[in-house]
């Protein structure tokens, strides 16, 4: 299929859109925009509207107001035969009383291709998914990993210019997830298809995306690149929902600094107001641990004593509970690796000293009750 | 962070996306409207048409008649008489008179009493209101202009009724204790027979499911037997054991089998394998997990049973309750053949549609007989809900362990089942095959010979065959499509979900109600679809309505397993859906199809009640003749006919197996791994 829009320009344009089952809104004013090219994920918690999203840019379930353009065309209201998409879902969908190259093959029919060249492109695309001598048996013969690649070979037999995935991994075992999640990003790039994909698991979203819209309550709470996602969250939702956060209660005091008890810290700029309450958050692998009695030789005021209270061993690093009774009852959570617990001889009950580098330190609203 | 949406609560304003359909969507939505508008016109349309029937009353009003009688010269001086004041005078007409039915008509020379017809005394008559109408012979009068008669003319003048709407029927009907007496009898036989078959149901289907007893196999099919004969067929079978010849009639103790003993033994004949197959079901999914907990807790069987397997199995027992109950309460044949002058509601509809002609009493009784059906459908639905969740996935199924001593009297009491089934089956074979009971034992098939008999002789069998097979083909394409188009199609709710209510509504309508229904409604000439009137069509038609909910629902759990995806993948693959149906949809499906079509085949063979006021002389129905020579007296003919049907539905049923295998190996090669 000729794909008009060259990589890096606009693709897909999202604009206001709102979805509502009955009195429930699923959707709430979405806009959003996606690149030729790009692999974008939908990450979010169950419920928070991001499989909505997808089925509404597919036409599978329409939005109730707001405008989908793809490739230049206003598809708001176009049913999903008259799209141009391709989708892969968790279940996999394959036809079970088909072959895997009729599955294939199924969507190659009627477009005025011949036997011959149908044939031909089907035993490309099994090649291009790894699985060239399968052709022959039917879906339920070939395992989980496998018919999921089947179907992604269906999906992109077209060269459909929008490649959808709707968890496409959930359904499989932890290894063959990780191996696929590799190999569709790699089909993904060589193919240059745009890609979107919806998944709760956000491991796979750091590890697969470009850019990562994280969704909540049918909002858009962030969207940038997984590392930006990452290292700089736009609010404490992004911050908990990806990766782990340590979160303190505390204060704005004069220039920005955050007191924690009578203590206060320095932290990354922030745009509140002296006294404003706010969330202190740092994430366990960005404490930097410090053997005891380093705060008075050298005096780094981003540094506090804590009794670590408990170490648990997972591999590559120790996950250790530190308290100081400036926490009030929450224990702050630190990854440590086991160089430095050898270096630092830390082990379950002794005092020690952490740092929380400045630049690492972020302040977040606190979220109201119930949000 | 290059785009935060603001957050609002509340929709903007201005209009909706409107989607725009795809072909396939305007195909999908045309084709439920389609079938949508068949079950209209073959349910809700009759239904309606016999609702408004039981509300209309014929009165013959005497105030809009007015006569002038001659001299015998044949001069009038001009005196006008009304028929009101005549027959408050002579008191010709009592009020009861009065009310009548559609085709009512009263004579008008009752009052003169000086009539006679070779007198050259003139009449004249007219009606005063240009709603009046009196016949003269055939010729109907209406309008206000006077009609001169002379005497002879005169007696052939017949008033007509004139039609109302009210409750005149239904405080008829109440007001005669031979017509409300039934809805008792009614109720009394259907709760017994419930009762009865219910508990002798559930030891049979906990004897098959729950003990290590042998022959299980051969039980399982014994049990099913019932399914494959008309309900008029135990009552057959009941006249020869205990007729008034009957062979064994001593065991009655002088009790007579024709009434409610009658009728119960023959219900709980042909309503067993309804109620085995669902409590049987109930027991299948029971849980070990719960019988090693209650073992490890020490619990006697005794209790286990009550604390166990009775809650386990309580849904299925109030399914199958309500089931039996529906199926006895709307049957005819049976209490036709064996009720003898105890009557019950399905053969009152009968007696007076076929027997007075009184259509709106048979419509009255029509509507008493749907409210008791319909409670126990509905009842039974809700039941059906509940049901579902009681299994887990987790779930270990149940493993009898032997036990000698319960086996053994397990193995008894399902003996003795299955020789109260086979009996009565085998009498029926037996009666069909010698010359004269009780007189002439010697074998002969001379009661095959139909066609020297009432009732449509061999030809009713062939058209039987016809029905059966029709209503196989066309019910299960009509059924299946309709299924899957209110299961998989777009949007469009509301249409889907009154297509959902129409698709149930003919499970709670009695054979007995639809049938009459389609009397009022495509005998009507100036109904388009009158032609159908009399002919195959009809008899198709109201067949496949009448067992439309079961099929249905065999069509939707069957669809329902599907993946819901695959529509909206043959979509993003631009592919029609009607490629996808017949390429995925009903391969995968085939079994439910298959199922449904035997179902529709069986049922077509056997029954009687919604098709005995439709058939025609052309179009006489074997099950039908099985009641008309039984009440022409021929009864052996009818337990050869009868048996008939039962091989041919044996004979249906082992094609269906052969022919599942058959197709099912070739098609279904992808179940294997």
């Avoid at chain 1, 090219?37 to 107001?65: M, Y």
């Avoid at chain 2, 109620?275 to 069987?301: G, M």
Wanted: charged share 15%; net charge neutral.
């Amino acid at each position: 299929m000729l794909q008009k829009t060259p990589p890096g320009e606009l693709y897909l344009s999202i604009q206001n859109l709102w979805k509502a089952f009955g009195s429930f809104l699923a959707l709430k004013d979405i806009s959003l925009e996606i690149k030729e090219g790009e692999f974008i994920c939908f990450l979010g918690p169950s419920g928070c509207g991001k499989t909505t999203l997808l089925r509404a840019i597919a036409g599978l379930d329409l939005q109730t107001k707001g405008t989908v353009m793809q490739d230049g065309k206003d598809v708001s209201n176009l049913p999903p035969s008259e799209r141009d998409f391709g989708i892969v879902f968790q279940s996999y969908a394959l036809f079970p009383n088909l072959t895997i190259e009729k599955n294939i093959a199924f969507g190659l029919e009627n477009t005025g291709r011949s036997k011959s060249d149908i044939a031909v492109r089907v035993s490309e695309l099994l090649n291009l998914v790894g699985l060239p001598d399968q052709g022959r048996k039917y879906p339920a013969q070939l395992s989980g990993g496998q018919q999921q690649r089947i179907a992604l070979a269906r999906a992109i037999a077209t060269n459909p210019g929008l490649l959808l995935l709707d968890e496409p991994l959930s359904a499989l075992d932890a290894k063959v997830r990780v191996h696929l999640r590799h190999e569709i990003k790699e089909l993904q790039r060589k193919l240059g298809v745009t890609t979107v994909m919806v998944t709760h698991d956000q491991e796979e979203a750091l590890a697969m995306a470009d850019r990562i819209v994280v969704m909540n309550h049918g909002v858009i709470e962030q969207v940038g690149s997984p590392t930006e996602i990452y290292r700089e969250p736009a609010n404490l939702f992004v911050a908990d929902f990806i990766g782990e956060m340590n979160q303190i209660q505390s204060q704005v005091t004069k220039g920005g600094r955050l007191s924690v008890g009578e203590k206060t810290f320095a932290c990354l700029s922030h745009t509140f107001n002296d006294g404003t309450p706010v969330i202190a958050a740092i994430r366990p692998e960005d404490i930097i641990p410090h053997e005891a009695g380093y705060l008075d030789t050298g005096g780094n005021r981003n540094c506090i004593e804590v009794t670590l209270d408990e170490m648990e061993f997972l591999g590559s690093f120790w996950r250790c509970r530190l308290n100081n009774e400036r926490f009030g009852s929450s224990e702050l959570i630190a990854d440590f690796s086991i160089n430095a617990v050898r270096r630092l001889e830390l082990e379950e009950g002794r005092s020690m000293v952490i740092e929380l580098p400045e630049n690492r330190l972020m302040a977040f609203d606190i979220p109201e009750a119930g949000a | 962070m290059s785009t935060m949406s603001t957050n609002q609560d509340t929709l903007p304003a201005g209009p909706d996306i409107r989607p725009r359909l795809s072909r396939d969507d305007i195909l999908m939505r045309g084709s439920m409207m389609v079938i949508a508008l068949y079950l209209i016109v073959t349910l809700a349309l009759p239904l309606y048409t016999m609702l408004s029937k039981s509300f209309s009353t014929y009165r013959v009003e005497l105030s809009q008649y007015e006569f002038q009688v001659s001299d015998e010269a044949g001069v009038f001086d001009g005196t006008i008489l009304t028929a009101d004041e005549l027959n408050r005078q002579l008191g010709v007409y009592s009020d009861t008179d009065l009310t009548t039915g559609s085709d009512g008509r009263l004579p008008v020379t009752g009052f003169f009493p000086d009539f006679s017809f070779r007198s050259p005394v003139m009449y004249q008559m007219r009606n005063t209101t240009e709603a009046g109408r009196f016949l003269v012979g055939s010729t109907l009068n209406e309008g206000t202009d006077w009609v001169e008669l002379d005497s002879n003319t005169f007696r052939r003048v017949q008033m007509r009724p004139v039609q109302a709407r009210g409750l005149g029927n239904f405080i008829n009907y109440f007001s005669t204790p031979a017509l409300f007496n039934s809805i008792k009898n009614s109720l009394w036989i259907s709760v017994v027979s419930t009762i009865v078959t219910v508990t002798l149901a559930f030891w049979f289907a906990y004897a098959l499911n729950r003990s290590c007893m042998r022959f299980k196999g051969a039980f399982r099919l014994i049990a099913m037997a019932p399914i494959l004969v008309p309900s008029l067929l135990p009552g057959i079978a009941l006249v020869y054991l205990f007729g008034n010849q009957g062979m064994i009639k001593e065991l009655l103790f002088g009790a007579s089998i024709y009434g409610p003993i009658g009728i119960v033994i023959g219900s709980v004949f042909f309503t067993f394998p309804h109620a085995f197959l669902i409590i049987s079901t109930a027991l299948a999914i029971s849980d070990a997990r719960l019988y090693e907990a209650a073992v490890s807790l020490r619990s006697t069987p005794w209790r286990t049973f009550w604390t166990v397997t009775i809650p386990g199995a309580r849904y299925g027992l109030i399914s199958a309750a309500f089931v039996v109950f529906n199926l006895v309460i709307t049957d005819f044949g049976l209490p036709k053949v064996i009720g003898g002058q105890f009557n019950v509601l399905a053969v009152d509809i009968y007696k007076q549609v076929i027997g007075q002609q009184n259509f709106e009493m048979g419509a009255v009784v029509s509507v008493v007989l749907v409210i008791p059906a319909i409670l126990a459908f509905g009842i039974d639905r809700m039941v059906q809900s509940k049901q579902v969740a009681l299994l887990s996935a987790r779930s270990v199924p149940y493993q009898a362990t032997p036990n000698p001593k319960t086996d053994r009297i397990f193995l008894i009491y399902c003996s003795l089942i299955g020789l109260f089934i086979v009996g009565l089956l085998a009498v029926c074979q037996f009666a069909a095959l010698i010359k004269f009971w009780p007189y002439d034992l010697s074998l002969s098939l001379k009661n095959y010979q139909f066609n020297k008999m009432d009732g449509g002789g061999w030809g009713s069998y062939f058209n039987s065959i016809k029905l059966a097979f029709l209503t196989a083909v066309i019910g299960t394409t009509v059924v299946f499509f309709g299924a899957y188009l209110v299961e998989k199609s777009n949007g469009f709710k509301t249409g889907r979900s009154i297509f959902q209510m129409f698709a149930m509504l003919p499970m709670a309508i009695p054979g007995m109600v639809l049938g009459l229904s389609y009397i009022f409604f495509f005998n009507n000439p100036s109904n388009p679809f009158n032609a159908i009137y009399g002919t195959m069509a009809i008899l198709v038609i109201c067949t496949v309505t009448h067992f439309y909910t079961v099929s249905h629902l065999t069509a939707v759990t069957a669809l329902k397993q599907m993946d819901k995806e695959f529509e909206s993948v043959s979509a993003s693959l631009k592919q029609p859906t009607m490629k996808l149906f017949a390429r995925v949809t009903v391969p995968v499906c085939l079994p439910a199809v298959l199922d449904i079509s035997i179902y529709l085949f069986v049922n077509a063979m056997t029954t009687v009640s919604a098709v005995v006021f439709l058939y025609s002389p052309k179009t006489t129905l074997a099950s039908i003749a099985v009641l008309n020579m039984d009440d022409a007296g021929d009864i052996a003919p009818a337990a050869a006919m009868g048996m008939m049907i039962f091989y041919t539905n044996a004979a249906a049923r082992i094609v269906h197996l052969i022919a599942s295998k058959g197709i099912l190996a070739r098609t279904q090669a992808w179940r294997s791994r």
